[in-house]
Structures are given as structure tokens and as C-alpha cells.
């Protein structure tokens, strides 16, 4: 801390990160740094600790005279203080005291940069004479502005807390999964509110009747103007009317013994037949449904083969009728082809270099467009990436910022009528809108 070119970036690290070259970060924000250091930094682990142990809060005259007239005791106490030696104490009391296991204590990661640990006898042999590339995806950044911004955190019409999934009705306007508030949101393109429903219930507390949420993350609309919502933590999806008239649902918390035995699903999006698809988030599976909820078919277990996943969440259909599943923790995007027996059959796939980490908050959204780019959220990378339909990368924005041109958390996407992205800036609790270049 007291070196003089400090830089204390706390909570909201941004790309510019990369010109250090020694990043020091504690275990709560790992997420937020893999995606910066990407392939260009070294990474070592340490435990950190910053105080002793703390067995002498609450003590009583029982405890000190119970530490004076056992032997062991005062001997464990003596090696404390003379040699700062807890071996005898943790025998005493009947814990492991050894420096890996020691509490209070967290871990924390010293990364350098790799030009650096080259140098470094036992790390390499001498200096880097190539370039090292943090991210593949580098000179394919591009500046971008949102047309649009609403949103400001609160629980009033056209406020925010945390939202996450964002879809686009035929008609222009769009509804928001506006998860932490427990409702959705139908918003206007300018964000004027026109209908807003649901509350908060946990069906493992109690009822939950249709129309109540506990965190809603996925949100598609059918041809006939339906609205569907992944009811995450109710384990369910639940269908409306386009103004929120709750007409049916189906779902409960399983582990795929049945079609509707969900353990926290994501997203959902609509085909053309009406068919309803469901990524089981949980349960590493896909699931498709009827629109009512009538179960047709399922693929997916736990894996890294093609056709296996490891916490799918965002999905998205393109003109042709293929299938996209955000692979999180493979990071890699699947693609799946109609098997013309109601299901689909992998074909395809592509690796992310990003979705670091495994936190509540890496849960990346897709989406895709009539010239068949797919769309892709990096949520603690805190940018959007554009790819061709064979995982070739057009470019990307973002980076951390509270104005127009990045994100603090990014959330859901969804493509619009005219082609314009709009997107859900879950850390800054807001929706915004991009028209590209």
C-alpha cells in the first residue's frame, strides 16, 4: 500500500488494468478481474490474513482460571507469546491452527504480467520476445453511445432493481424482468411505462399464486403476443396476456425426473411453432414445452461433450431456426440444429474468452438478428459481444461506466424491430439502447 504508483481500483476494475503489471485482488472480486487479465497475467494464491486468532474475545474468570491450572494450557499460551507458535494451542482445543486452514482469513491473488514473470527464474527463461495478447478479442473494440437510457433505481413504475432479462414485442415496446422488484415491466421505447405486474412469494415458504415472482430472469413474447417468464426461484414459468393477465404455469423444484422439475431456470424463448424452450439452468438441460406447458422433449446433462452443458442459461433462436445455448462455465456458445422430431442435435460451437468465474451474477444473456450475428453478454466483463453465426467475432463495447458508452453489470439483450440492441444494465439499474454502426 505504500508504493507510489498505487492504484486503488475497488470494486469496478476497468480494462486499463492491463497496463499494470502486478494486479493484487481479494477472493470477492476474482470474477471482475479474470475477465480483465484474461491470457496475459500469472496467477498466485495466497491466504490472507490480517488478525490473530481471536479465542480471547469473550473472556470469563472460569476461562482464565482454566488456562492457569491446566498444564497444557499454559504451555500452549507460552508458545503463543514467545514464539508466536499456535501448534500446541490448536492440539489443546482441538483444531487445526496450520497456517492453510488459519481463521480469520481470506484468499486473495497476486497476478503479473507475463512480460514480467518471464523474466523470473523457475517461470522462464528469459525475456518475452512475443506479444502477449490478454484478450483475442483485442482491435475489434468499438465506441458506442446509448440512443436511449432510462431507468433509475426503485421500486416506483419505470424504476429498477437489478434486471436482468430484456425482450422486445413485435410492436417496438419491450418488458424487462425486473428482477429484484419481483415483477415484470412493459415499458414504451422511451421507457413511459404502460403495464407492470407481480410481488414477491417463495413457494418454499408458503403459496405462490400466478402473477407472484421471486426473481424472474428470462422473459420472451410468443407470435400471438404472449408474454413468458422464467420465475427463477419459484422454479416455474408462468404465461401472460401482453398486459399482464396471468393465464397459466407449470413447474416445480426437481432434478429432471420430469419435464417440469426445474432447479432455477434462466431463460426461455419462443419458436415459431409456439414451442416454449427452457434452459434448466440447474439441471444442465434444455427443455421444450408446448405453449401451455404441455412437455415435447429435453437434451443436455452435465459435461463438456457437444450437446452437454455446465450451467446453460441465455438462449436464442435465429431466422433459420437454430438453437444458441450460453455455456457458461464451458464458456463456449452451442449450436443446435432442428432434428426434425421436435427436438435439436448439436452442430456447432465456439469458444468464449470470457465468462470468468462461476458467481451468481456470470449469467450471460444472447440474442440474434435477421443477418444471423449472435449477440452475447459478458456480465462481469461488463461488455457485449457480436459474433457471426460460425463464432467469428464482428466486435464488441462496453467497459465500466456510469454514463452512455458502458456498464456496470450487464444483463439481458434483446434485438429490436429495426435492429437496434437494447440491453439491461443490471449494476446501474437502467435499460439502454444501441443502434450500431
Not at 329 to 348: K, L, T, Y
Request: aromatic share 14%; charged share 20%; hydrophobic share 35%.
Amino acid at each position: 500500500r505504500n508504493y507510489p504508483n498505487t492504484n486503488y481500483y475497488a470494486t469496478n476494475p476497468t480494462r486499463d488494468l492491463r497496463d499494470s503489471p502486478v494486479i493484487i485482488v481479494g477472493s470477492e472480486n476474482y470474477g471482475k478481474i479474470e475477465p480483465i487479465v484474461g491470457q496475459a497475467f500469472d496467477s498466485f494464491e495466497y491466504t490472507r490474513m490480517w488478525w490473530p486468532n481471536q479465542d480471547y474475545y469473550n473472556l470469563t474468570w472460569e476461562r482464565i482460571w482454566n488456562a492457569i491450572t491446566n498444564p497444557a494450557m499454559r504451555s500452549a499460551l507460552f508458545q503463543i507469546w514467545l514464539n508466536r507458535d499456535f501448534t500446541e494451542y490448536g492440539e489443546v482445543v482441538g483444531r487445526d491452527m496450520s497456517l492453510p486452514k488459519w481463521q480469520p482469513a481470506e484468499l486473495m491473488r497476486m497476478y503479473i504480467r507475463k512480460d514480467i514473470t518471464s523474466q523470473i527464474w523457475n517461470y522462464g527463461v528469459g525475456p518475452s520476445t512475443e506479444e502477449i495478447v490478454a484478450d483475442p478479442y483485442e482491435g475489434t473494440e468499438v465506441l458506442l453511445n446509448a440512443d436511449i437510457v432510462f431507468g433509475v433505481p426503485g421500486s416506483e413504475a419505470g424504476q429498477f432493481q437489478r434486471p436482468r432479462g430484456v425482450v422486445a414485442a413485435p410492436d417496438g415496446t419491450i418488458y424487462v424482468a425486473d428482477t429484484d422488484n419481483h415483477r415484470i415491466q412493459h415499458l414504451d421505447r422511451d421507457g413511459t411505462p404502460l403495464h407492470e405486474w407481480g410481488s414477491f412469494a417463495d413457494l418454499a415458504s408458503g403459496p405462490a399464486p400466478g402473477g407472484t415472482f421471486y426473481e424472474p430472469w428470462g422473459i420472451a413474447v410468443g407470435s400471438d403476443g404472449s408474454v413468458y417468464v422464467a420465475d427463477t426461484w419459484n422454479h416455474r414459468i408462468q404465461k401472460f396476456t401482453a398486459e399482464g393477465e396471468f393465464l397459466t404455469m407449470w413447474g416445480y423444484f426437481g432434478q429432471a425426473e420430469q419435464f417440469d422439475g426445474f432447479w432455477g431456470p434462466r431463460d426461455v424463448v419462443v419458436d415459431a411453432e409456439g414451442r416454449v424452450i427452457v434452459s434448466d439452468t440447474g439441471n444442465k438441460r434444455i427443455v421444450i414445452f408446448g405453449p401451455n406447458g404441455e412437455g415435447i422433449t429435453e437434451f443436455g446433462e452435465e459435461g463438456y461433450e457437444p450437446g452437454q452443458f455446465y450451467e446453460p442459461v441465455g438462449l436464442a433462436l435465429d431466422a433459420e431456426g437454430i438453437l444458441y445455448v450460453a455455456d457458461t462455465w464451458n464458456q463456449r456458445i452451442q449450436a443446435f440444429e432442428p432434428d426434425g422430431a421436435g427436438g435439436f442435435s448439436p452442430f456447432d460451437s465456439w469458444d468464449i474468452y470470457g465468462w470468468y468465474g462461476q458467481s451468481l451474477d456470470n449469467k450471460p444473456f444472447l440474442a440474434a438478428d435477421d443477418q444471423t450475428h449472435i449477440f452475447a453478454t459478458d456480465p462481469e466483463g461488463v461488455r457485449v459481444l457480436e459474433f457471426t453465426n460460425e463464432g467469428e467475432i464482428v466486435r464488441y463495447w462496453g467497459d465500466y461506466s456510469v454514463g452512455s458508452d458502458g456498464f456496470a453489470l450487464v444483463g439481458g439483450i434483446a434485438i429490436d424491430p429495426l435492429g437496434g440492441v437494447w440491453i439491461a444494465d443490471t449494476g446501474n439499474n437502467r435499460i439502454m439502447h444501441f443502434d450500431l454502426p
